[in-house]
C-alpha cells in the first residue's frame, strides 16, 4: 500500500460518520446513510460507503434521504457531501434530479503533523497568537467575511462561539500587523482520532504570497503536535491547496458537496 493509500485509509476509517458529527442535534440511520441534524435548520448526509449500492439503490437512497429531512419542517436546507474515491454509481444525476445543485470540488489533504510543525519565517511587523476572547473572536470573523466577500453578520461569529463552546478544543489563530487581523484559521481536533483539522483559513489579498498563511498552518501543527495528534486534515480549495502542499500536505481525494433549499414555497 502506497503512502498516499494509506492516508487514505485513515480518513475513511475515522474521519466519517461519527467525527463529522459531535454537534448533531440527532443522527438517523437509513442503509448505510447517517441522516445527520444540525442546529439552525441544517441538516446533512454522510457515510462510509454506500455499500456496493448499484444505480437503483442509490436512487432509492437519495430519495428516502430527502423525505426524512422534508418531514421535519425545521430542516431548510441540506448538505449531500460526496467523495471522489467512493463507489457511488449515478449519484451525481440522482442528487440532482432530486434538487440538489453541485457546489464547488475540494481536494481532501492529509499530512503529517510533525512534517507541518516546522519554523516558518514571518514579514517584518507580523505576529501570531491564539485567540482566546469574544472580541476577539469577532474581530476575526469580520475580516473573514470581508475577505470572502460575505455580507458583515454577527450571526457568522456567534457560529463559531457557540462551536467554541461544544468544543473546547477548538483553537482560533490568527496573524496580525500594526494591531490588524491579516489571517486566519482554526485547528480542529477530531475526538477519538489520530487527526486535527485545519480549517477556515484566509488571508487579505495585500499579505497574500508572503508565506503568512504557511506560518499559521505550522503553529498550529505545532500546537496539534504538542497535544499527541500525529495527523492533520483539510478540504481545501484549489487556492490553498498549494500552501499546503508546501507544508507536507497531500492530495488523498476530493470532496464535493451538494445542497438542496426546502423550495419557499414549502416554508
Known amino acids: 500500500m502506497t503512502d498516499t493509500a494509506r492516508l487514505l485509509a485513515a480518513y475513511d476509517e475515522q474521519l466519517r460518520t461519527d467525527a463529522e458529527t459531535p ?47 422534508r418531514a421535519d419542517d425545521a430542516i431548510d436546507r441540506v448538505e449531500w457531501k460526496t467523495r471522489g474515491h467512493d463507489h457511488a454509481p449515478g ?6 434530479d432530486a434538487g440538489f445543485v453541485q457546489d464547488g470540488t475540494e481536494s481532501i489533504m492529509i499530512g503529517l503533523t510533525e512534517a507541518l510543525a516546522v519554523d516558518v519565517p514571518l514579514p517584518d ?23 470572502f466577500g460575505a455580507p458583515p453578520s454577527a450571526g457568522h461569529a456567534e457560529a463559531i462561539l457557540r462551536r467554541q463552546a461544544v468544543d473546547p478544543g477548538m483553537e482560533l489563530w ?15 481536533p477530531v475526538a477519538g482520532t489520530e487527526f486535527a483539522g ?34 492533520m486534515h483539510s478540504d481545501s480549495t484549489e487556492f490553498s491547496r498549494p500552501i499546503l502542499e508546501r507544508s507536507g500536505m497531500v492530495k488523498v481525494s476530493t470532496t464535493t458537496p451538494y445542497r438542496w433549499r426546502r423550495p419557499a414555497a414549502d416554508l
Do not use: K, N
Open 23 to 69: 454537534s448533531a442535534l440527532r443522527v438517523s440511520r437509513r442503509g448505510p446513510l447517517w441522516l445527520v441534524t444540525f442546529a439552525g435548520g441544517q441538516g446533512f448526509v454522510t457515510y462510509r460507503d454506500l455499500g456496493g449500492a448499484d444505480a437503483a439503490d442509490v436512487r432509492e437512497l437519495v430519495a428516502g434521504a430527502l423525505d426524512h429531512f
Open 198 to 231: 485545519v480549517w477556515g483559513g484566509c488571508t487579505r489579498p495585500a499579505w497574500r504570497g508572503r508565506g503568512i498563511y504557511r506560518a499559521l498552518t505550522a503553529a498550529r501543527a505545532r500546537s496539534a503536535l504538542a497535544a499527541g495528534t500525529h495527523m
Open 125 to 147: 511587523g507580523v505576529t501570531l497568537r491564539r485567540l482566546t476572547t469574544e472580541a476577539d473572536v469577532r474581530a476575526m470573523q469580520a475580516m473573514a467575511d470581508e475577505v
Open 91 to 96: 449519484l451525481h444525476d440522482a442528487l440532482v
Open 174 to 188: 490568527v496573524a496580525e500587523a500594526d494591531g490588524e487581523i491579516v489571517s486566519a484559521g482554526r485547528l480542529e
